[in-house]
């Protein structure tokens, strides 16, 4: 069973920074794409950040510039470090992982989630 833990979110202030953190765990088969996702209130879950182990990091628009994800692979770790905070930036911040199979298939794990709240 994978598990991914989220650590890292609180609050700051606008143009403050954090790094969030996410360690996982169990056994990985296939091909790993790690990333994070938020959501902020009243709104859907969005893609923040993703990593993959051959292509450059992809970012949201609205984050591009100020947040820069990066992973440790031994460690089974990928971090988020987020610069310049916006109020906007206000969220649930998940941990994210596919593993997909050849033939196209695949299977998403999710963190629980760290708060991160920026005040003005």
């Not at 992809?58 to 440790?72: L, P």
């Amino acid at each position: 069973q994978v598990q991914l833990v989220e650590s890292g979110g609180g609050l700051a202030q606008a143009g403050g920074s954090l790094m969030l953190s996410c360690v996982a765990s169990g056994a990985f088969v296939g091909r790993q794409s790690m990333g994070w996702y938020r959501q902020r209130p009243g709104q859907e879950r969005e893609s923040v950040a993703n990593i993959t182990s051959h292509k450059e990091p992809t970012y949201a628009d609205s984050v591009e510039g100020r947040f820069t994800i990066s992973r440790d692979h031994p460690k089974n770790s990928v971090y988020l470090h987020m610069t310049n905070l916006q109020p906007e930036d206000t969220a649930v911040y998940y941990c994210f992982t596919r593993t997909k199979f050849i033939g196209g298939t695949y299977t998403d794990y999710w963190g629980q989630g760290t708060q991160v709240t920026v005040s003005s």
